[in-house]
């Protein structure tokens, strides 16, 4: 392990506290520290509290948490020291409860979510919202007694703290515990998350608690406290700390606490954990002046020239898991790839096999060679077994950590919008149907699947979707209804029997079926049948969409035209008059989905999915967030209309981008 100083900037030799955001960061990678507090390095990363605690709805729980330890002292200071004056101000009570308590020791600096003390026994109570379905500590451990790698950030960032904690106040018996959604409870009263509404107080985004609102209110307990000192010793001893080059615990602490405080370079290995840096420039960085992190570790690291970076690298190669053993052995190049590292699983079918279309995309790149991959004879057979006329569905979700609605667990899906588009047999286009929930607080699935029911239930045409998400949410619809009171869902065996037909049983559901109807996934055609090199390693249909376009000079022709939103040709419920085809002033065609704005100001959908780390998010961020905006934030009646028509855009291009997919190879089998 290398460390760098910079000693060329004195200016910037200041006193940095090691806090618990920047230990979270040293957890994903040491170098980042370095990086991160310098506005002269480019950073991709969403920097907004607000948007990631509501994208979470650690607001929201954060708030919960506290009512269930009422009676409690918030430290709202954002200044550390007023922060740490006014927590032993607090401690000086023989019993009392603390919100954000501050502590100190030497430069490590933590907030602690919730604090208990009782005579001299604290309780450090870390709030995640972040559901949780077992029952003890050893659920967060694998067979081997390790920490499950998902749960390794929750683990160590309670760690930090009762080491901190304990330094800091030496006299004291702290415990530490998780306090998460459980996903084990289900909540007991109606329109518990309506209870916490998120207000605009002088530019300042605050949770009001809904007035008069008593623990008794809030009914059953859907919130979970686990104790994780068995872990944390375990990490604290050194018994279970192997991550740092035989450091103990406390060592690693102390040599990232000084390296931050000396402006310090420490340089790690490189690894595929790079491809998702956000210390990379865009055009816009680098005509700012702005330095790449990225690019200066691999340049240290693996020697890499400014050429280098153009050439096609082992990171991008999709759903490739050698990544590290080469980039360990020098091997960074696709074209230091040979077909031996490749599995080369048997091929049982005329598809491509997942290490065939690997092959071929590591080809295309090393070749520098556009042409686009189509296996015409491959989807004119599977184009025989579709039945007229065709529907295109997408949905918008959401899984919200306090409950719509009594019954209801923390995360149960929630599916809030839909859109449709239908093809004839003639070719013929029409945007057929929509649905979004506008109601506040109130859960929408049952009435989002009747609409979608009225929309596919008169005919026996295939279905197609991109991707898992539509059949996963509709199994947990699927459930809910199965669970749920007749009396209050009347239809609900017909929703039942019309899910089961369009659906295939997934792994959470007590029956087996494969409807007669199951939809086709887009999203395996095009992994089986489809590659162009504008893909790179993804198979998003934001990027698969733009590929077809470009691969055809059809749809170019077609769609240049302001033909969609045209009720005689090509009718749409929120378009008028669009031409999909637009270039930029090189004459690259524009990616379809940069013609609207971003749902939530300056970020696009990509970043915003970076956000939702307890949920099944692919092409959904920014719809969940708008929608969650919609619900818990105050907004005026303009705001809510610009959000509800972009949603309803959005989602429609989605389902068009699927449909102009399917006409691409449509034109080219023939």
Known sequence: MEVFSRVSQPNKMIMSYLTKSRFKIALECETKLYYNDDPLYANQKIDDPFLESLAEGGYQVGELAKLYFPGGFQVDTRNHQEALSQTNSLLKNENVIIYEAAFNFKNLFIRADILIKEGDSIQLIEVKAKSFDGHDYRDFLNKSGKVVTGWRPYIFDVAFQKYVLSMAKPGFQINAYLMLADKNSKASVDGLNQCFPIVNKNGDKKVIIKENLSKADLGKEILTKINVDPIIDNILDGSDFVEKDEMSFEEWLDFLSARLKNKERIWTDIGKKCKACEFKCTETDNTNNLKSGYEECWTRRAGFSKEDFKKPLVLDVWDFRQKDRLISEGRYFMADITPDDISNEANTGEALSKDERKWLQIEKAVNDDKTP????????????????????????????????????????????????????????????????????????????????????????????????????????????????????????????????????????????????????????????????????GSNSIKVVLPASLNASEYLQQKYKQPIYGNHDLIPSLNFEKMAWIQRDKEGHIINPYNLLPPLEKKYDDEELSSLFSDLEIKEGGAAMMAYARMQFTEMNEEETKRIQQALLRYCELDTFAMVLIWEYWANEVG
């Open 373 to 536: 991959y189509l296996d015409i004879k491959g989807l004119a057979e599977e184009m025989k077994g579709w039945n007229y006329p065709l529907h295109f569905i997408d949905f918008e979700t959401t899984a919200l950590a306090i409950p719509f609605n009594k019954g209801l667990r923390p995360y149960e899906g929630v599916a809030f919008q839909f859109s449709h588009h239908q093809v004839e047999h003639d070719g013929s286009i029409k945007h057929k149907g929509q649905y979004l929930n506008l109601e506040r607080g109130k859960f929408p699935s049952f009435n989002f699947i009747r609409a979608l029911k009225a929309e596919l239930e008169h005919d026996e045409g295939t279905i197609f979707r991109y991707h898992n998400h539509e059949n996963t949410y509709l199994n947990i619809i699927y459930n809910q209804l199965k669970s749920a009171d007749k009396k209050e869902v009347a239809d609900k065996d017909e929703l039942i029997r019309f899910i089961k037909d369009i659906t295939h049983s997934g792994g959470k559901t007590e029956d087996s079926w494969i409807g007669k109807r199951d939809m086709v996934d887009l999203y395996q055609l095009v992994i089986k049948y489809f590659y162009n090199l504008k893909m790179g």
